[in-house]
Nanobody, 112 residues
């Protein structure tokens, strides 16, 4: 059974930073693409960033240069470092395996 547990969300002021972490179990972590998605009310879930097993990354245009995805195959974790946060980054963030398995999501609120 695949289980993904997100942590690290919360309230931050514009310009601030947060680091999200996702712990995975029940999968062969090292052979799957791990990603972070986000969703706001009334909108579809969108890809924020993902990383393949080979270390190739993909970012949404809106977060390039501000967010960094990383993974630790030994610890079975995937992190998202978010810098220079903007109010429009406010969303529920989801960890995902191959876009098929999902965590429950964690709220990030960027507000003064």
């Amino acid at each position: 059974q695949v289980q993904l547990v997100e942590s690290g969300g919360g309230l931050v002021q514009p310009g601030g930073s947060l680091r999200l972490s996702c712990a995975a179990s029940g999968i062969i972590f090292r052979i799957n693409t791990m990603g972070w998605y986000r969703q706001t009310p009334g909108n579809e879930r969108e890809l924020v960033a993902d990383m393949t097993t080979g270390g190739m990354t993909k970012y949404a245009d809106s977060v390039k240069g501000r967010f960094t995805i990383s993974r630790d195959n030994a610890k079975r974790t995937v992190d998202l470092q978010m810098n220079s946060l903007k109010p429009e980054d406010t969303a529920v963030y989801f960890c995902s395996v191959n876009g098929l398995y999902w965590g429950k999501g964690i709220l990030v609120t960027v507000s003064s």
